[in-house]
């Protein structure tokens, strides 16, 4: 029998696309209290069935595969914008190519439209009417209404005209912002991607004996398994070392290692793979929310799909990014160690109200140095694990400065880097960096 989270989450699966829900309306309706609704909704979000947004509330949404995360469907684009929709519901599930803002006449938006794009337009019925006839979506903008002969058009050809109040601007700019959002995510892999199903799982019940762990292990060659319950819920883990000297009757309950540490289908895998080096761990259990078994994950999957990640090109624009593009690498022929160094040029969009570069730019700039001189050296990934920075004098807007680094020591699992900052052969700052190192699989 399904347990009262799995019922809510049933229940959310078979709300219509599009609709409200809320913590106190699904307790209501369920007959459970809201605390247990509230962890069913969170775990909905996680999943890609709901999405809440800002002053609108969660929505019940079409969950999305993996390989088409870096669109967005029109409905999506009316949760965005605060908007309503007027007409061509049976369209919103279909996803947009791109946006075109019709400032122009008639007779030159023939290059732009295109079947699958959004036209963005305010109280042109003209140009409403088009775009609808060429395949393409309609949003009005300024919150102006439209004729009836344009929503009859809508639902006959089945693409949507929404509405809102915000100008062209602020929606083109909120739209461009969500598909630049849609991209980054795409880029970052979670342990939903890669971790091994239940189905190809080896595990143990609670009342299974040693003497079963030991014809698994001899079968399967791994010595570390989770230990689950009648429903399937986590409850511990047992390793080799937990039945040295045991005898062969005792169970599983008696031996194993409670509260266990686990991942979840939402982690990234970065936080998964910092946690299994730092603590030496070989395999990690895959749980839900109400700690149901999913699978598990081991370290060499995770290191696998790091190193794979390295290899992706980047197409998302994050802050980390902009700050990259910025560091110029110089080999310099000053330096006793032979270390080369780095430049960097603070811009208007990396300081504060001071016109000084902001300290949480300067902690970055620093960091990913650091990360690329391991890399360059060791040829391995690393994490920053701690950072000691001591800014010393103002480094002002337009400034050009030198980040020059030593390493301390380099070890298997840690390292250590010394990293100045110059500015006109002067030290304005000064870190020492500690980072994890990341195995070669």
Known sequence: MATKHEQIIQYIESMPVGEKLSVRTIAKNMGMSEGTAYRAIKEAENNGL?????RVGTIRIERKNKGNIETLSFGQISNIIEGDILGGRKGLDKTLSKFVIGAMQKDAIDRYISPGSLMIVGNRNDIQRYAL???????????FETDDEILKLADKVEMPILRTTYDTFTVATMINRAMTDQLIKKEIMLVGDIYTRLEETRYLKIDDTILDYRKLNAESKHSRFPVVNHNMRLVGVITAKDTLGKADSITMER???KDPIIAKEHMSVASIAHRMIWDGYEVMPVVRDNLQLLGIISRQDVMKAMQLAQRQPQV???IEDQILEGLELVHSSVDEKGMPYYQFQVTPQMTNNLGTVSFGVLCEVISSVGKKVLFQFQKRNAVIEQMDVHHFKMIQIDSIIEIRTSVFEVGRRSS?????VYLENSIVAKAIVVCQMMERT
């Open 50 to 54: 709901v999405s809440t947004i800002e």
């Open 133 to 143: 006839e060429n395949g393409a979506a309609v949003l009005i903008t300024g919150g």
């Open 255 to 257: 031996v194993m290692t």
């Open 316 to 318: 998302g624009n994050t």
């Open 416 to 420: 250590k880097l010394d990293v100045e």
